[in-house]
């Protein structure tokens, strides 16, 4: 449909064209009414759109309708000249400078293309480029046609108006191809009809410029055909959609072509203005004329451009600098951050460098997060890390390494004990937040590098002397030693192989006997487990339960001693013994340690296992414990508290929580007094009392004790044959 549209207007400019050449008189009034007639066609087409739209798109095509309309009355006033009479050079003149009114609201036209957003600079340099562009065609069409042809006259009628009319039209072209070479690729776009219509204007008003030069007494005829199909062309961009511009605001040129365009037409210029001057060897005043213009043209472009590319590099100059800081910086306090530290800490231990650290952690900051807010926190961490700076020297670096954390690097001879106690005054003293005072209190670990060491071993010291301050009470410094670093090495290492012996199964479970003073019979067994280390041999689970602990092991572990217990205890007298096996925190609060009980029992009667769960887990939240502790006292499996008298326990739990056992602590042995008053309370709560580490008989009856373990873990063979007796004298 488009291009039968297309090819139909074709045709009818060529017949157009032809026609006024054919005629022998009136050609002119036939042109002038033809394009007049098409030229109101046009502006209906646009009137008709601006009434369907607005915004944007009804401003574009209104500006649209105003420079047909002045097209439409250039065309009337060449008309009217006609009919009046007047002479050639008047009529062009005034066909010229009405045209050039509507070729000004076509530059503002495409100023305001809707989507497209010019800045100052991007409008100047596109009308200068269009400028140079235009010029130079308009030259080398000159220097082509008319340049070496001394016949050519210069001042023939009209010639003048029509060179100037045929200039800026190219002039227009050349600033709205950028523009419709930026456009989208979805089709035909009424920027690329407008932009075809104006360059069919541009080659009408050379050829009638060209028809003048050479003495012709009617060079518009010559123009007839291209002028129509330009504003046919002109009109059909009314019916087409707007294109979407792949560059978004602020425009630019959007290829490299485009931008090279000016400079291209340029060098063709000079080179075919050079084989002129050889040919005819003489100055020819248009061609200088045009030259000199286009000159200026392109100079005040290259300045512009030239301030602008000083503009960008220092943009780019400022994005970078910002980006450093932004990424060596923290963005809360501006200190320094992680990377920059460790980077600085890395150039101080270069070439046998002795820096010191400083890792200093917030005392209770997280209490001041969760009941003030974040911001408040923030706010704190703000303040101490000024106060941090007014505590070290000029050459030192403070660092937030995350979170409350900082961190200082002190490269040179400063005494970094002076600068630890310099930071808790410094620090120290209440700070105001939202109307409410908080003190602070912040722990320092201080370590010193030695010689050839890494600096992540400097960190890992550091950490570790401030683990040490926190853990014996806060708000102090402590300094690293290489005692304190064997021993963390030596922690990491058991974690490790702890690891290693879960997969190889290096447990072993012994059972140490439980018995009854009074009767000196067996009752039951207390599980024992055990990790037989390659090189370090027995260890027992107060040996390695922290280790476990922290690699979350220790559950895993349990849950082994247990079902190895529950398989011994099945080879027992069914019934007349009973098994206790002692259980971590983490395996209780476990919800599925009641399904994990009842697979290991598997026909042991639950009444003969007993778990013994460590006081601490009592001291914490019971929202987590209590559940599986009643669902394995529903189960019938007993329970029993491990360790009493260690640490603090609410004894209003030992009534709430389905207890049948307290087992004492190994330490309340030595006080006798302590230990009746201990079994007292057992008995008032109900609760069967088992005393440990006692290993004499009559100090066992001294203090009245019901239940004891008594003797060294035995193998699970040697314990079977002990059952068989049940007589405590016997266990070695």
Not at 98 to 112: D, M, P, R
Not at 389 to 394: D, F, H, I, L
Not at 441 to 454: C, E, F, K, L, N
Not at 704 to 716: D, I, M, N, V
Request: proline share 5%; aromatic share 4%.
């Amino acid at each position: 449909m488009r291009r039968g549209w297309l090819s139909g207007a074709v045709v009818c400019s060529v017949a157009f064209q032809v026609a006024l050449v054919m005629l022998p008189a009136g050609a002119v009034h036939v042109e002038s009414v033809g394009l007049l007639c098409v030229t109101v066609w046009a502006m209906l087409h646009f009137l008709r759109r601006a009434r369907e739209l607005t915004g944007a798109q009804r401003r574009w095509r209104l500006l649209s309708v105003v420079a047909l309309a002045l097209w439409a009355l250039a065309l009337s006033g060449n008309e009217i000249g006609l009919l009046l009479g007047t002479t050639l050079e008047v009529r062009m003149f005034v066909l010229a400078v009405l045209a050039q009114g509507a070729l000004a609201c076509a530059v503002v036209t495409l100023l305001v293309v809707p989507g497209l957003r010019l800045t100052r600079a991007s409008t100047t340099r596109m009308l200068l480029d269009g400028v140079a562009v235009g010029l130079s065609l308009a030259s080398l069409a000159w220097v082509a046609l008319f340049g070496v042809d001394p016949r050519v006259d210069v001042d023939a009628p009209g010639a003048l108006a029509l060179i100037t009319l045929s200039g800026s039209l190219l002039v227009l072209l050349s600033a709205a191809l950028p523009l419709f070479l930026g456009g989208s690729r979805n089709g035909p776009s009424s920027l690329g009809s407008f932009a075809a219509g104006i360059a069919m204007m541009a080659v009408g008003a050379v050829a009638a410029g060209f028809a003048a030069l050479a003495g012709s007494p009617t060079p518009e005829v010559a123009a007839g055909g291209a002028l129509l199909l330009g504003t046919a062309l002109l009109g059909r961009a009314a019916l087409l959609p707007l294109p979407t511009f792949v560059r978004r605001p602020p425009w630019d040129y959007p290829s490299t072509l485009s931008q090279a365009l000016p400079y291209l037409v340029l060098l063709a210029l000079a080179l075919v203005a050079g084989v002129h001057q050889l040919l005819v060897r003489q100055i020819n005043l248009v061609l200088v004329g045009m030259l000199f213009v286009l000159a200026v043209s392109v100079l005040t472009r290259q300045f512009l451009s030239l301030r602008r590319n000083a503009r960008l590099a220092a943009e780019l100059t400022r994005q970078r600098a910002q980006l450093a800081y932004q990424a060596f910086r923290d963005p809360l306090t501006g200190l320094a951050n992680r990377a920059l530290f460790a980077e600085r800490l890395a150039s101080a231990s270069a070439d046998g460098g002795t820096p010191s650290v400083l890792l200093m952690d917030l005392d209770a900051f997280k209490a001041v997060n969760d009941t003030r807010g974040h911001a408040a926190g923030d706010q704190l961490l703000v303040t101490v890390a000024r106060r941090m700076r007014t505590a070290v020297g000029n050459g030192d670096t403070v660092a937030r390494m995350g979170g409350d954390e900082f961190a200082v690097l002190l490269p040179g001879s400063s005494d970094a004990e002076v600068v630890a106690q310099r930071i808790l005054e410094r620090v120290a003293g209440p700070v105001t937040l939202d109307e409410a005072t908080v003190g602070v209190r912040v722990s320092v670990g201080v370590a010193t590098a030695r010689r050839g060491a890494s600096p992540d071993a400097v960190l890992r010291d550091a950490d570790l002397a401030l683990y040490r301050a926190k853990s014996e009470g806060k708000n102090r410094y402590r300094v690293a030693d290489r005692e304190l670093a064997d021993r963390a090495l030596e922690k990491f290492r058991l974690q490790e192989e702890l690891r290693e012996a879960v997969d190889r199964d290096e447990f072993e479970v012994g059972y140490r006997p439980l018995v009854e003073p009074a009767s000196e019979r067996v009752v039951g067994a207390e599980a024992v487990v055990r990790w037989r280390h390659p090189t370090r041999g027995l260890l027992g689970r107060a040996d390695f339960a922290d280790a476990a602990v922290a690699v979350g092991l220790l559950s895993t572990v349990d849950r082994r001693t247990l079902s190895m217990a529950c398989a011994d205890a099945r080879t027992w007298r069914a019934g007349r013994l009973t098994v206790t096996v002692p259980v971590g925190a983490a395996c209780v609060a476990d919800p599925a340690v009641v399904g994990a009980v009842l697979t290991c029992l598997d026909g042991l009667s639950p009444n003969a296992l007993e778990l013994a769960v460590p006081e601490a887990a009592l001291a914490a939240d019971l929202t987590a414990v209590e559940p599986p502790l009643r669902g394995l006292a529903d189960l019938g499996v007993g329970l029993g508290i491990a360790d009493f008298g260690a640490g603090p326990t609410e004894l209003r739990r030992l009534r709430s929580l389905p207890f049948r056992t307290l087992t004492l602590h190994p330490s309340l042995a030595g006080d006798p007094a302590l230990t009746r008053a201990v079994l007292d309370l057992a008995r008032s709560l109900g609760l069967r009392a088992v005393v440990t580490g006692v290993e004499s008989w009559a100090r066992l009856r001294d203090c009245g004790a019901p239940l004891a373990t008594y003797g060294p873990p035995l193998p699970a063979a040697e314990f079977a044959l002990l059952t068989r007796t049940s007589r405590a004298d016997s266990v070695a």
